[in-house]
Protein backbone atom coordinates (compact mmCIF):
# COMPACT_ATOMS: atom_id res chain seq x y z
CA UNK A 1 0.00 0.00 0.00
CA UNK A 2 1.29 3.80 -0.99
CA UNK A 3 1.77 5.17 2.82
CA UNK A 4 -0.73 8.01 2.58
CA UNK A 5 -2.30 9.37 5.74
CA UNK A 6 -4.91 11.64 6.39
CA UNK A 7 -6.18 13.40 9.25
CA UNK A 8 -7.89 14.05 10.70
CA UNK A 9 -10.39 10.82 9.86
CA UNK A 10 -13.45 12.40 11.10
CA UNK A 11 -14.53 15.74 11.76
CA UNK A 12 -17.52 17.53 13.27
CA UNK A 13 -17.52 21.10 12.60
CA UNK A 14 -20.14 24.13 12.73
CA UNK A 15 -21.01 26.65 9.71
CA UNK A 16 -18.21 29.42 9.25
CA UNK A 17 -15.39 28.18 11.86
CA UNK A 18 -12.02 27.02 9.44
CA UNK A 19 -10.97 23.76 8.71
CA UNK A 20 -8.23 22.32 7.92
CA UNK A 21 -7.21 18.73 6.28
CA UNK A 22 -3.92 17.18 6.28
CA UNK A 23 -2.86 14.61 3.34
CA UNK A 24 0.83 13.12 4.01
CA UNK A 25 2.89 11.09 2.20
CA UNK A 26 6.15 8.84 2.36
CA UNK A 27 6.33 8.17 -1.27
CA UNK A 28 7.83 11.36 -2.41
CA UNK A 29 5.36 11.43 -5.07
CA UNK A 30 5.58 15.26 -6.68
CA UNK A 31 1.76 14.77 -7.80
CA UNK A 32 -1.21 15.46 -4.90
CA UNK A 33 -4.55 15.89 -5.24
CA UNK A 34 -7.66 16.79 -3.08
CA UNK A 35 -11.24 15.30 -4.23
CA UNK A 36 -14.55 14.92 -2.42
CA UNK A 37 -16.83 12.29 -3.04
CA UNK A 38 -20.64 12.90 -2.91
CA UNK A 39 -23.49 10.46 -3.60
CA UNK A 40 -24.55 10.31 -6.95
CA UNK A 41 -21.32 12.23 -7.95
CA UNK A 42 -18.24 9.84 -7.40
CA UNK A 43 -14.89 11.65 -6.81
CA UNK A 44 -14.77 15.29 -7.73
CA UNK A 45 -11.27 16.80 -8.18
CA UNK A 46 -10.84 20.11 -5.58
CA UNK A 47 -7.43 21.30 -6.13
CA UNK A 48 -4.40 18.84 -7.09
CA UNK A 49 -0.11 20.14 -6.54
CA UNK A 50 2.32 19.57 -8.97
CA UNK A 51 5.03 20.48 -6.41
CA UNK A 52 6.54 22.18 -3.65
CA UNK A 53 4.31 25.85 -3.84
CA UNK A 54 2.98 24.62 -6.97
CA UNK A 55 -0.88 24.25 -7.36
CA UNK A 56 -4.08 24.75 -9.56
CA UNK A 57 -8.08 24.36 -9.07
CA UNK A 58 -9.65 20.99 -10.19
CA UNK A 59 -13.36 20.98 -10.93
CA UNK A 60 -15.03 22.42 -7.34
CA UNK A 61 -11.99 24.35 -6.21
CA UNK A 62 -14.81 27.71 -4.80
CA UNK A 63 -14.44 27.67 -0.66
CA UNK A 64 -11.00 25.65 -0.53
CA UNK A 65 -7.80 26.71 -0.60
CA UNK A 66 -4.56 24.55 -0.35
CA UNK A 67 -0.90 24.74 0.37
CA UNK A 68 2.15 22.42 0.09
CA UNK A 69 5.09 23.73 1.37
CA UNK A 70 6.90 20.33 1.51
CA UNK A 71 6.51 17.44 -0.53
CA UNK A 72 5.26 15.08 1.69
CA UNK A 73 2.11 17.23 2.79
CA UNK A 74 -0.50 18.95 0.91
CA UNK A 75 -3.44 20.41 3.52
CA UNK A 76 -6.78 21.39 2.25
CA UNK A 77 -8.41 24.23 3.72
CA UNK A 78 -12.12 25.53 4.20
CA UNK A 79 -12.03 29.10 5.51
CA UNK A 80 -15.66 29.08 6.34
CA UNK A 81 -16.88 25.88 6.21
CA UNK A 82 -20.81 25.58 4.71
CA UNK A 83 -23.32 22.64 5.23
CA UNK A 84 -22.91 22.19 1.07
CA UNK A 85 -18.55 20.78 2.36
CA UNK A 86 -20.19 17.95 4.33
CA UNK A 87 -18.49 15.87 2.10
CA UNK A 88 -15.47 12.74 2.33
CA UNK A 89 -12.08 14.42 1.25
CA UNK A 90 -9.90 11.72 0.09
CA UNK A 91 -6.20 12.63 -0.65
CA UNK A 92 -4.39 10.90 -3.66
CA UNK A 93 -0.84 11.21 -5.01
CA UNK A 94 0.78 9.68 -8.14
CA UNK A 95 4.60 9.67 -9.76
CA UNK A 96 3.53 11.47 -12.95
CA UNK A 97 0.98 13.32 -14.60
CA UNK A 98 0.45 10.81 -16.87
CA UNK A 99 -2.63 9.24 -16.27
CA UNK A 100 -1.67 5.83 -18.45
CA UNK A 101 2.09 5.38 -16.96
CA UNK A 102 1.24 5.11 -13.46
CA UNK A 103 -2.18 4.83 -11.42
CA UNK A 104 -3.49 7.55 -8.66
CA UNK A 105 -3.28 6.23 -5.13
CA UNK A 106 -5.48 7.01 -2.80
CA UNK A 107 -5.52 7.87 0.79
CA UNK A 108 -8.25 6.70 3.39
CA UNK A 109 -10.00 9.39 3.35
CA UNK A 110 -11.44 12.48 5.88
CA UNK A 111 -15.30 12.66 6.85
CA UNK A 112 -15.93 15.90 7.24
CA UNK A 113 -19.33 16.63 8.66
CA UNK A 114 -20.45 20.80 8.76
CA UNK A 115 -23.50 21.86 10.74
CA UNK B 1 -23.63 17.58 -16.84
CA UNK B 2 -21.39 14.98 -15.79
CA UNK B 3 -19.60 13.64 -18.79
CA UNK B 4 -18.59 10.17 -16.97
CA UNK B 5 -21.55 8.22 -16.10
CA UNK B 6 -22.72 4.91 -14.37
CA UNK B 7 -26.06 4.46 -14.98
CA UNK B 8 -26.50 1.62 -12.60
CA UNK B 9 -26.45 2.69 -8.27
CA UNK B 10 -26.56 -0.56 -7.78
CA UNK B 11 -25.81 -4.33 -8.92
CA UNK B 12 -26.73 -7.60 -7.44
CA UNK B 13 -25.01 -11.26 -8.35
CA UNK B 14 -24.71 -14.76 -7.19
CA UNK B 15 -21.30 -16.22 -6.14
CA UNK B 16 -19.80 -17.87 -9.45
CA UNK B 17 -22.09 -15.55 -11.77
CA UNK B 18 -20.82 -12.91 -14.13
CA UNK B 19 -20.90 -9.03 -13.09
CA UNK B 20 -21.43 -6.57 -15.38
CA UNK B 21 -20.91 -3.18 -14.83
CA UNK B 22 -21.65 -0.11 -17.22
CA UNK B 23 -19.98 3.29 -18.07
CA UNK B 24 -21.15 6.01 -20.20
CA UNK B 25 -19.15 8.76 -21.21
CA UNK B 26 -19.75 12.11 -23.65
CA UNK B 27 -16.37 13.59 -24.09
CA UNK B 28 -14.59 12.07 -27.08
CA UNK B 29 -11.20 13.83 -25.81
CA UNK B 30 -11.01 10.68 -23.42
CA UNK B 31 -7.93 8.49 -24.22
CA UNK B 32 -7.56 6.61 -21.30
CA UNK B 33 -10.07 4.62 -18.81
CA UNK B 34 -10.24 3.41 -15.58
CA UNK B 35 -11.98 1.02 -12.59
CA UNK B 36 -11.66 2.13 -9.45
CA UNK B 37 -12.83 -0.43 -6.91
CA UNK B 38 -13.38 0.79 -3.03
CA UNK B 39 -14.44 -0.81 0.33
CA UNK B 40 -16.44 1.03 3.41
CA UNK B 41 -14.10 3.31 5.07
CA UNK B 42 -11.15 3.09 2.72
CA UNK B 43 -10.00 4.89 0.07
CA UNK B 44 -10.46 3.60 -3.55
CA UNK B 45 -7.86 1.63 -5.07
CA UNK B 46 -6.75 0.91 -9.15
CA UNK B 47 -8.59 -2.27 -10.42
CA UNK B 48 -7.77 -2.11 -14.35
CA UNK B 49 -7.64 0.71 -16.93
CA UNK B 50 -7.62 0.91 -21.11
CA UNK B 51 -5.94 2.78 -23.44
CA UNK B 52 -8.43 3.98 -26.20
CA UNK B 53 -6.36 2.24 -28.64
CA UNK B 54 -7.90 -0.98 -27.18
CA UNK B 55 -10.99 -2.58 -26.91
CA UNK B 56 -9.94 -5.08 -24.42
CA UNK B 57 -8.01 -5.80 -21.62
CA UNK B 58 -7.95 -8.27 -19.18
CA UNK B 59 -6.45 -9.15 -16.02
CA UNK B 60 -7.03 -12.21 -14.00
CA UNK B 61 -11.01 -12.36 -13.62
CA UNK B 62 -11.64 -8.80 -14.44
CA UNK B 63 -12.09 -7.57 -18.15
CA UNK B 64 -12.41 -4.18 -19.26
CA UNK B 65 -14.35 -3.70 -22.80
CA UNK B 66 -14.04 -0.33 -24.81
CA UNK B 67 -16.82 0.71 -27.40
CA UNK B 68 -15.44 4.50 -28.61
CA UNK B 69 -18.23 4.42 -31.46
CA UNK B 70 -21.02 4.10 -28.43
CA UNK B 71 -18.31 5.94 -25.91
CA UNK B 72 -19.70 3.16 -23.65
CA UNK B 73 -17.13 0.69 -21.29
CA UNK B 74 -17.74 -2.64 -19.45
CA UNK B 75 -16.41 -4.01 -16.41
CA UNK B 76 -16.78 -7.96 -16.57
CA UNK B 77 -15.75 -10.05 -13.29
CA UNK B 78 -15.67 -13.70 -13.24
CA UNK B 79 -16.59 -15.50 -11.56
CA UNK B 80 -17.65 -12.88 -9.15
CA UNK B 81 -16.52 -13.91 -5.44
CA UNK B 82 -18.03 -12.13 -1.98
CA UNK B 83 -14.86 -10.32 -1.79
CA UNK B 84 -15.50 -8.32 -5.03
CA UNK B 85 -18.64 -6.65 -3.04
CA UNK B 86 -17.65 -2.86 -3.25
CA UNK B 87 -18.22 0.09 -4.80
CA UNK B 88 -16.97 0.34 -8.19
CA UNK B 89 -15.89 3.68 -9.81
CA UNK B 90 -15.14 4.21 -13.32
CA UNK B 91 -12.89 7.06 -14.45
CA UNK B 92 -11.61 8.88 -17.63
CA UNK B 93 -8.90 11.10 -18.57
CA UNK B 94 -7.82 12.84 -21.74
CA UNK B 95 -4.31 13.11 -22.89
CA UNK B 96 -4.46 16.73 -23.40
CA UNK B 97 -5.12 17.10 -19.38
CA UNK B 98 -2.55 14.79 -17.96
CA UNK B 99 -3.43 13.04 -14.69
CA UNK B 100 -7.32 15.21 -14.47
CA UNK B 101 -9.51 12.07 -13.41
CA UNK B 102 -13.41 12.64 -14.21
CA UNK B 103 -15.16 10.01 -12.32
CA UNK B 104 -18.58 8.18 -12.81
CA UNK B 105 -20.68 8.16 -9.54
CA UNK B 106 -19.87 4.76 -8.96
CA UNK B 107 -21.59 1.27 -9.01
CA UNK B 108 -22.42 -0.67 -5.32
CA UNK B 109 -21.97 -4.21 -6.61
CA UNK B 110 -23.08 -7.37 -3.72
CA UNK B 111 -22.04 -10.61 -4.70
CA UNK B 112 -24.57 -12.81 -2.66
CA UNK B 113 -23.11 -16.36 -1.25
Known amino acids: DAGITQSPRHKVTETGTPVTLRCHQT?????MYWYRQDPGHGLRLIHY???????DKGEVSDGYSVSRSKTEDFLLTLESATSSQTSVYFC??????????????FGPGTRLTVL | DQQVKQNSPSLSVQEGRISILNCDYT??????FLWYKKYPAEGPTFLIS?????DKNEDGRFTVFLNKSAKHLSLHIVPSQPGDSAVYFC????????????FGGGTRLMVKP
Open chain 1, 92 to 105: AISESWLTWTNEQF
Open chain 1, 27 to 31: ENHRY
Open chain 1, 49 to 55: SYGVKDT
Open chain 2, 27 to 32: NSMFDY
Open chain 2, 50 to 54: ISSIK
Open chain 2, 91 to 102: AASASNAGNMLT
